[in-house]
Each structure stands twice: as C-alpha cells, then as structure tokens.
C-alpha cells in the first residue's frame, strides 16, 4: 500500500528557512497538499495542486514537487509557525496522509 | 463563510457503534466541485482519512475501515454523518469533519472537531 513519509521533527531558529520532507513512491505524478496544526486546534489547509496558498495563507508558505518528494518550504520562520505539518495525497481511491512533522522554531 | 461543526456523543461502549453529525453552514451542501470527508487523530498521533461522501450519495472509504463504515448525507438538513461499528479502544480519537476538494483532493476548512472515547 501507498505511503507517505516525513520527518517527526524540524527545527529551525527564527527568521531562516525552515523545509519539511514528504516522501512517497512518485509522489511528483500526484498532487500534494500540505495542512498546519497547531496544539487543540483543527488542520488548517496551506498548499494544495503541490503550489498553490489558499487565500489567507501568508507568502512565506510555499510547496514544491518532484520526483518522490513534495516539500513545503517556510521562509522567514515565525514563532507563530511552530506547528505540527502534514502532507497528503491521493492514491488508489485513497486519501493518504503522512505521518506529521513537529516543526520548531528555536 | 462555510464553516462545519461535528456533534455526537463523545463517548461509546466497546463493541457498539460511534454515531456522529457534521452540519454545514455558510454554504451549499450541494456543490459538484467538493465532496465531504470524515478524519480522525487519535490522541497525540496523526491524522487518518475514514470516507468521503458526494452530496449524490457516492462515497469511498477508507480500505482498512470500510467493513465497518457508513457515511450519509442529508441535503435537507446540510448534515453529513458517519457511523463506525464494532468500536474498540484503538477508535478513540477527534473526529473531524471537512470540505473534501473532489478535483485535487485537498480538505479545507476542518470543523473544530469531536474527541470521542471509547471505553466501557
């Protein structure tokens, strides 16, 4: 079965550029979309089509895709980012998430 | 703007069936561009997908939980729910309700979620 992979956790200092991994046999054929969560709150969506923000979703949130890899990239790190990060895709009638990333900002 | 909110008793009884309501406001429920999902995370882990269901009826379920999943739809009322049977332990988790994106299959937005417990 189809499976997602990513780091448990991320650490990166405020104001760099923070880059969380999701791994998944020619994840770049699929579409990604990637969601934040912050501690007793829902997943908020922030790419989707692997590229694309939702409206609201601040510049500095931005994805890529290619090859096994789909990565999401946060430049200019916020303590306010520091979250819990999930990929998800598609595949065989199945939605598909990864396992999360603990994304803290130093 | 469309917002989703799950209700349901937030605990069950090992071997009985979770029953669980998502109402959507702020929006049609009956859109061919999306679809509606159930999600779940057991506490301190991560998320797993339960089924989607289109305002037509159509769903799809996750494999490892289709034996034991239904998910409706009431268009009347704006509600979607599911129900999981035969619950044990391992299915205390939130339960979240989504808009499911049927082109690109993104979720968004999530309603606030429901803890449910199952413990006898």
């Known amino acids: 079965s189809y499976e997602l992979t990513q780091p448990p956790s991320v650490s990166v200092s405020p104001g760099q550029t923070a880059s969380i991994t999701c791994s998944g046999d020619?994840?770049?054929?699929?579409?990604a979309s990637w969601y934040q969560q912050k501690p007793g709150q829902s997943p908020v969506l922030i790419i989707y089509?692997?590229?694309k923000r939702p409206s609201g979703i601040p510049e500095r949130f931005s994805g890529s895709s290619s090859g096994n890899t789909a990565t999401l990239t946060i430049s200019g790190t916020q303590a306010m980012d520091e979250a819990d990060y999930y990929c998800?895709?598609?595949?065989?009638?199945?939605?598909?998430f990864g396992g999360g990333t603990k994304l803290t900002v130093l | 703007q469309l917002q989703l909110q799950e209700s349901g008793p937030g605990l069950a009884k090992p071997s009985e069936t979770l029953s669980l309501t998502c109402t959507v406001s702020?929006?049609?429920?009956?859109?061919?561009?999306?679809?509606w999902g159930w999600i779940r995370q057991p506490p301190g882990k991560g998320l797993e997908w339960i089924g989607s269901?289109?305002?037509?009826?159509?769903?799809y379920y996750n494999p490892s939980l289709k034996s034991r999943v239904t998910v409706y739809v009431d268009t009347s009322k704006k509600q979607v729910s599911l129900k999981l049977t035969s619950v044990t332990a391992a299915d205390t988790a939130v339960y979240y309700c989504?808009?499911?994106?049927?082109?690109?299959?993104?979720?968004?937005?999530w309603g606030q979620g429901t803890l449910v417990t199952v413990s006898s």
């Open positions: 989504a808009r499911h994106s049927t082109v690109y299959n993104w979720f968004g937005p």
């Open positions: 269901i289109f305002y037509s009826g159509h769903t």
């Open positions: 089509q692997d590229t």
């Open positions: 020619k994840l770049g054929e699929k579409y």
């Open positions: 998800q895709t598609w595949d065989s009638s199945t939605e598909l």
């Open positions: 702020g929006g049609s429920i009956r859109s061919d561009s999306y679809y």
